[in-house]
T-cell receptor
Framework: GAVVSQHPSWVICKSGTSVKIECRSL??????MFWYRQFPKQSLMLMAT?????????EQGVEKDKFLINHASLTLSTLTVTSAHPEDSSFYIC?????????????FGSGTRLTVV | KQEVTQIPAALSVPEGENLVLNCSFT??????LQWFRQDPGKGLTSLLL?????REQTSGRLNASLDKSSGRSTLYIAASQPGDSATYLC??????????FGKGTTLSVSS
């Protein structure tokens, strides 16, 4: 149980285009979704927190107009990287928290490798 | 602001050795501490979760301990195998908040 499906697993896009990453909770209701990014040989850095039906809360230094987060339902959250640039190339991963997960357990998606050329 | 530090950053051992990975955190008011494994280019695999009221958790050859008051945790790997080669991440959170990760320890086990 407690599976989060993240798509795509990898994507290559041209500079200036937008890319959408989806995370779906398959067997539970994800009340909160956390979005992280990880640069090579670095740890996971929290980008934003989104609660279903509310605007996302972004961490300091993360551009909310560039990284659009939508959490319109309890089973789907999306991250859209707008006007992507090569410096946005990174590994993006979502983490879902649901009310029924024991001990505030977190379930992670499998990640998306974004390469902007 | 919570900060998580992992020592060492990298570790190379021969197969069969027992080893210890260290994690420390600055704010002891945590709810959970979790150890993950990450293979190159892959997502995260949860290894062990320790609630703040617990002292340790065990799974197979892995044992994780937590000393909340001193802000420390250790991950003990017994009889290491080449398949254990990966990056091990420590993360902590308060109830309902995001996990805060350390930079990880990259382990290489040679046969």
């Amino acid at each position: 149980g407690a599976v989060v499906s993240q798509h795509p697993s990898w994507v290559i896009c041209k500079s200036g285009t937008s890319v959408k990453i989806e995370c779906r909770s398959l067997d539970f209701q994800a009340t909160t979704m956390f979005w992280y990014r990880q640069f090579p040989k670095q740890s996971l850095m929290l980008m934003a927190t989104s609660n279903e039906g509310s605007k996302a809360t972004y961490e300091q230094g993360v551009e909310k107009d560039k990284f659009l987060i939508n959490h319109a339902s309890l089973t789907l959250s999306t991250l859209t990287v707008t006007s992507a640039h090569p410096e946005d190339s990174s590994f993006y991963i979502c983490s879902a928290m649901g009310q029924l997960l024991t001990n505030y357990g977190y379930t992670f998606g499998s990640g998306t490798r974004l390469t902007v050329v | 602001k919570q900060e998580v530090t992992q020592i060492p950053a990298a570790l190379s051992v021969p197969e069969g050795e027992n080893l210890v990975l260290n994690c420390s955190f600055t704010d002891s008011a945590i709810y959970n501490l979790q150890w993950f494994r990450q293979d190159p280019g892959k997502g995260l695999t949860s290894l062990l979760l320790i609630q703040s009221s617990q002292r340790e958790q065990t799974s197979g050859r892995l044992n994780a301990s937590l000393d909340k008051s001193s802000g420390r945790s250790t991950l003990y790997i017994a009889a290491s195998q080449p398949g254990d080669s990966a990056t091990y991440l420590c993360a902590v959170n308060q109830a309902g908040t995001a996990l805060i990760f350390g930079k990880g320890t990259t382990l290489s086990v040679s046969s």
